[in-house]
């Protein structure tokens, strides 16, 4: 069976975002439309509209948006007459906090991104924690989430997310969504500072 995404071609798989991408990505319809597009694979704006509950006018404008910056595509193969379909253009975005240090504009949108994903996580702990009673055993005690507090020096730090990141890319490239009893999870990984006060 094909998948949406291999009829659409193979999807280029990381983009390093630049500052004008980072910009028109900083708004919170742009980050869900790409974020479903990623993640449902390609779509109409009609039909992202319905799933993210705006309008087909402001989808169709900001998938354009981000089409101009090149981070979704349009796939001519499936439009048929006046309805357009969209794709995400890459399968991850990638940065380095310090691309933006030239760029207060560009620093701030990629700041608003980060909080943004906090809220994200934020708010599908408490989803989880709401529902979870309705998954069985073995699901509940394969999800969770937890902390641990290293100290390290800033370049070991950084070997060990290059570490943990090439793990979840073990994963992720062995995954088979055609798998019986496979779900999609989404799994954060952060490293932050210690405050000092605490």
């Known amino acids: 069976m094909t998948d949406d995404r291999e009829r659409a071609g193979p ?9 004008r991408q980072v910009r028109v990505l900083a708004h919170p319809l742009r980050i869900r439309l790409l974020g479903a597009l990623r993640v449902q694979g390609p779509s109409t704006a009609t039909t ?18 981000l ?11 499936r439009g048929t007459g006046r309805q357009r379909w969209w ?15 030239d760029d207060p504009d560009a620093r701030a949108a990629m700041e608003w991104i980060q909080g943004h994903q906090v809220r994200l996580l934020a708010e599908q702990a408490q989803r ?16 969770g989430m937890g902390d641990a507090f290293l100290t390290l020096p800033a370049d070991r730090l950084k ?6 990141w090439q793990v979840l890319e073990r994963y992720r490239e062995a995954a088979d969504p055609a798998e019986p009893g496979a779900e999609q999870v989404q799994v954060y990984l952060g490293a932050y500072p210690l405050p000092k006060e605490a």
């Open 159 to 164: 070997a060990l997310n290059d570490e943990l």
């Open 87 to 101: 794709r995400a253009a890459h399968e991850l975005t990638d940065f380095d906090p310090t691309d933006f240090d």
């Open 11 to 19: 999807t280029p798989r990381a983009v390093h975002i630049d500052h």
């Open 48 to 65: 992202l509209a319905e799933l993210l509950d705006t309008n087909t006018g402001a989808t169709s404008y900001h998938l354009r948006q």
């Open 67 to 77: 089409a101009d910056v090149g981070l979704v595509a349009e796939d001519p193969d």
């Open 128 to 143: 989880w924690f709401a529902a979870q009673s309705q998954w069985s055993s073995e699901w509940r005690d394969a999800f």
